[in-house]
């Protein structure tokens, strides 16, 4: 399994950005692709997931800023009213049977 992960970069504040990952290889089709970040000396959180059933789950600090949606195998994060809290090495996740598979980390700057 491999995760592909485009997107980031650096926004001011109020700002928006996307984030696009690619899942490939062999994995069970019930499974849930995400979005996890992890801000300088924090622990890695979940920010947003959706099944591939279509259910989503959303951190509450994000709810009603970000969006996120997928198309068979990739997962998007629409990241709009940004702010400097939202700075962070955002990681984008598979679960499937239970195995957590991580892509490589984007960086997102927001600026004040």
């Known amino acids: 399994v491999q995760l592909q992960a485009s997107g980031g970069g650096l926004v001011q504040a109020g700002g928006s950005l996307r984030l696009s990952c690619a899942a490939s290889?062999?994995?069970?089709?019930?499974?849930?692709l995400g979005w996890y970040r992890q801000a300088p000396g924090s622990q890695r959180e979940l920010v947003a997931d959706?099944?591939?059933?279509?259910s989503t789950n959303y951190a509450d600090s994000v709810m009603g800023r970000f969006t996120i949606s997928r198309d068979k195998n990739t997962v998007y994060l629409e990241m709009n009213s940004l702010n400097s809290e939202d700075t962070a090495v955002y990681f984008c996740?598979?679960?499937?049977?239970?195995?957590?598979?991580w892509g490589q980390g984007t960086l997102v700057t927001v600026s004040s």
């Open positions: 959706v099944a591939s059933s279509g």
């Open positions: 996740n598979l679960k499937v049977l239970k195995q957590n598979f």
């Open positions: 290889g062999n994995f069970f089709r019930i499974n849930r």
